[in-house]
């Protein structure tokens, strides 16, 4: 089978000084990240999964910034295509993120090689967060505030938005998949919806997902609706006795037949359920099992590109 390559990922000045970095196809594995560019120093928002891309990534950021350095990152959530960076960041800075992501980060270790073994990693080394925190923090980048607010559980149990009040932009991690199914086995749905009324709330301009394009306020009604009908799918499948994969299987996908990665139910429903059984959101689902059950939903392995 002949693949199509990726387009180049994408760096752009979103606001004065605020960068987007944008990777196609933001499939598994390929994320969104940005940074803040001040006069003496760089804000880096999020890494990203394999050596070759943080490489990239990082040399776009040191070119489009003069070479200043890079003093603090933060980390969204855990998942690997978020913190398989950290390692390559200057010794000593500050990585900042919720204290649940340490957690989950430490826990997880370098799992999505695992579920994903073809991608190549390159060297990859495990460096957790080593500033935490619980609801909220500001960062000052000269004056541009960013103020990190704590919107989990919902993708995973520590997600993190990162708002920048006075441009008007928000990194939002993967609580915006833009163009492709959410992914909330890690999370929890009966949250989700809060977490993307917290974003919308905000009356951003520009919402830079943690994967796909870049986005508009109106990309939240989307997956509003989309957690609407995914409650509603689960209720139903789970009163009839149907297991997440045959349910998914069933499913009238409609307007999110077209959204990538419709596997992603599978894991969906699974988080669901757990919650239907009045299982705490902390539960952890058998990660395996339900990699297992998407990779059967779509016939063959899950598409990696990373």
Request: proline share 7%.
């Given at each position: 089978?002949?693949t ?23 499939s ?19 890494t ?20 200043l ?29 919720h ?5 989950e ?19 990859v ?13 500001t ?42 199914h ?5 999370g ?11 974003v919308?709330?905000l ?13 508009s ?52 429903l ?17 990660l395996?099992?339900?990699?297992r ?12 590109r990373?």
């Amino acid at each position: 089978m002949v693949t199509e390559p990726l387009a180049s990922p994408e760096l752009s000045e979103v606001a004065p000084g605020v960068l987007a970095y944008v990777q196609p196809d933001g499939s598994w594995m390929i994320n969104n990240t940005g940074a803040v560019v001040g006069s003496s120093g760089v804000l880096l928002i999020d890494t990203t999964s394999t050596e070759r891309r943080n490489r990239a990534l990082l040399g776009a950021i040191d070119k489009r910034g003069g070479g200043l350095p890079i003093r603090v990152a933060v980390n969204t959530h855990h998942h690997g295509d978020h913190t398989y960076g950290n390692w390559l960041l200057p010794a000593g800075i500050p990585i900042v993120a919720h204290r649940r992501c340490r957690e989950e980060l430490l826990r997880a270790g370098l799992v999505a090689q695992l579920l994903f073994p073809d991608a190549d990693y390159g060297t990859v080394e495990l460096h957790p967060p080593t500033l935490t925190f619980e609801k909220t923090i500001t960062l000052h980048v000269d004056q541009t505030r960013v103020e990190l607010l704590f919107v989990g559980p919902a993708h995973t149990a520590g997600d993190v938005i990162a708002w920048l009040p006075d441009q008007g932009v928000v990194f939002t991690g993967d609580i915006v998949f833009h163009g492709g199914h959410p992914f909330l086995a890690e999370g929890c749905l009966a949250n989700y919806p809060a977490a993307l009324l917290r974003v919308q709330e905000l009356g951003a301009r520009v919402l830079v997902p943690g994967h796909g394009p870049l986005a508009s306020p109106e990309a939240l009604d989307g997956l509003l609706d989309y957690a609407e009908w995914l409650t509603s799918l689960a209720r139903d499948g789970f009163a009839a006795g149907l297991e997440p994969l045959e349910a998914a299987r069933r499913a009238d996908l409609g307007r999110y037949a077209t959204w990538s990665e419709p596997e992603r139910l599978v894991g969906n429903l699974a988080r669901a359920y757990s919650e239907l059984r009045g299982e705490p959101w902390a539960s952890r689902l058998d990660l395996p099992t339900v990699a297992r059950d998407m990779v059967e939903f779509n016939g063959g392995p899950l598409r990696c590109r990373a």
